[in-house]
């Protein structure tokens, strides 16, 4: 009988001999991997809205999908507040970003569709698109041209459906900011539906932490995702849009219609988040404040460019030095994590370096001489 260490021991050890291979390790360090951009993990006003929800009642599980009798006056709540706090006509909370990402992708565009989509997306937009009836293409990263001429290809080609533009409007690994107004006006001009994944801004950028395209928001042809998870401090994600394809998604998203609900208390969470985060100049000041002394400390003594976000990457190329150094600054007491194909391109691992209130200036700093220190 083939017992499982027979079909993954050798492939897990060529991945060990390739510097590839993952463990789970535990929290150590001063805080420079984490995507809890604004320090609102352990917010006390968003641990207090939780505390009160228990206490008149309101219970942990929610004991099926939404479907069936998941469906809490939590979410309801926090639908309704989510709408009018991104400016839109209606909402849908999901489990994550992840299940959120795919339940868009595979379930919106429809056989005969296009979805043009940067070559950058996450790894959930690639799962959804696959399980797409939607022919594909993938765009040069944060190239409207490309953009623009995939879609003036495909129309030449014979194609008649909808198009729609997939994009993040700050990418997790790279940390640069997608030109989101010049992709609304391509999609304005071949009347495509504009997907918007704002992970890694929601909270951090736009008028009271509503992203960086904040400015599309209730528009008839653009979606949001708003992950909950990172800026916010958090978890799930928010699907922003119109009321017609958040009425689509209840009924065709499988990701949504076959998964439980969540919790009702992190329904509550995340109603208290957005309350919080909206009125957080402070800390988005305080964020933009380390990626200033990033830019000092670290960008410039490696000849690298000061970052557009909160997200700094240092590109080491191959992967084995890549986890080196990561070692290195973990072990002087800095957890920066090393990032590796598949989740980046072959011959471009790096440091991915998230920059949070969990830390400050003066770990910055410290961070820049330990890196140049582990990079000798």
Known sequence: MTEAADLFSAPLAALDARGR???????????????DFLGLAGDRQIAQAVADAVARGVPVGSGGSRLL???APEHEALEAQAAAFFGSEAALYFANGFVANMALLSC?????????????????A??????????????????????????TRWRAEGGMGRVWIAVETLYSMDGDIAPVSALAEIAAQHDAMLLIDEAHATGVFGPGGR???????????????HTCGKGLGVEGALVCGPRSVIDWLVNRARPFIFSTAPSPLMAVAVGAALRRVEAADDLRAGVMALRRRAAEAICAPLG???PESQILPVILGEDKRTMAVAAALQAAGFDVRGIRPPTVAPGTSRLRISLTLNVGLADVDALGVALREALA
Not at 108 to 124: E, F, K, N, T, Y
């Open 69 to 71: 009798r998941g469906n």
């Open 108 to 124: 919106l565009p429809q056989r005969g569709d296009l979805i043009v989509a940067d070559a950058l997306v996450h790894a959930s």
């Open 211 to 225: 992203g960086i395209g904040a400015a599309l928001e209730g528009q008839g042809n653009a979606v949001s995702l």
């Open 126 to 151: 690639h799962d959804g698109i696959r399980q797409s009836k939607a022919a594909h293409v993938f765009a040069g990263h944060n190239d409207p041209q490309a953009f623009a001429d995939a879609i």
């Open 304 to 306: 690298l460019p000061a």
């Open 21 to 35: 291979l993952r463990r789970l390790v535990p929290r150590a360090g001063r805080d420079f991997a984490s995507n």
